[in-house]
């Protein structure tokens, strides 16, 4: 198993700039989430999803948006990057989504995303 | 409101001492209690985690947390830290019902020799 994938590792982005950060899992996990990670503050939840086609907003969806057309990626758009989203970006999954429990989250390594 | 706070933004320990992190929790049910350790440049890795029963829990790498109801505590405890033990660890809550974790801010741990 490869765990949780994230690409790219590295990305610096103009103001303006649209991307997408990828993010898959082959655990077969139906809980999916992104998060931001910045000095002083821990982790905040931008999105998650509990399973295919169905996504919710977390503490901090603005300036992102998400799909989940299959259980395996969930990517994370960027519609017009902004300074204020330099940070590093998380991916992380677990089992239990529609079908409820309770699980630790797997994370993947990462996107250190810069917007000048 | 749910939340989570660790007190000690960075802790200096010497090779070989005892450690103790702190974790604070403020839930409105039963909570649900993990701690994940972040090396330099990489993910979040799971440590221990507190679901129910036994109050003291032990993790990978020597650690272990013990959960205090009554003081809404989970604090990470290693009795003999090791130099590849630093490193940012963070204590996380939730979730019972809905699907939010709730993170906190961490503590960076360093080692001397």
């Known amino acids: 198993n490869a765990g949780v994938t994230q690409t790219p590792k590295f990305q610096v982005l103009k103001t303006g700039q649209s991307m997408t950060l990828q993010c898959a899992q082959d655990?077969?996990?139906?809980?999916m989430s992104w998060y931001r990670q910045d000095p002083g503050m821990g982790l905040r939840l931008i999105h998650y999803?509990?399973?295919?086609?169905?996504?919710d907003q977390g503490e901090v969806p603005n300036g992102y948006n998400v799909s989940r057309s299959t259980t395996e990626d969930f990517p994370l758009r960027l519609l017009s990057a902004a300074p204020s989203q330099t940070s590093v970006y998380f991916c992380?999954?677990?089992?239990?989504?529609?079908?409820?429990?309770?699980?630790?989250?797997?994370f993947g390594p990462g996107t250190r995303l810069t917007v000048t | 409101a749910q939340s989570v706070t660790q007190p000690d933004i960075h802790i200096t320990v010497s090779e070989g001492a005892s450690l103790e992190l702190r974790c604070n929790y403020s839930?409105?049910?039963?909570?649900?209690l993990f701690w994940y350790v972040q090396s330099p440049g990489q993910g979040l890795q799971l440590l221990l985690k507190?679901?129910?029963?036994?109050?003291l829990v032990q993790g990978i790498k020597g650690f272990e947390a013990e959960f205090k109801r009554s003081q809404s505590s989970f604090n990470l405890r290693k009795p003999s830290v090791h130099w590849s033990d630093a490193a940012e660890y963070f204590c996380?809550?939730?979730?019972?019902?809905?699907?939010?974790?709730?993170f906190g801010t961490g503590t960076s741990l360093t080692v001397i020799p």
């Open positions: 655990m077969n996990h139906e809980y």
């Open positions: 992380a999954s677990r089992p239990g989504g529609m079908s409820g429990g309770v699980y630790e989250q797997y």
């Open positions: 996380a809550v939730g979730p019972n019902t809905g699907n939010q974790f709730y």
């Open positions: 999803s509990v399973g295919a086609g169905i996504t």
């Open positions: 507190y679901f129910s029963g036994d109050t």
């Open positions: 839930y409105g049910a039963t909570p649900y």
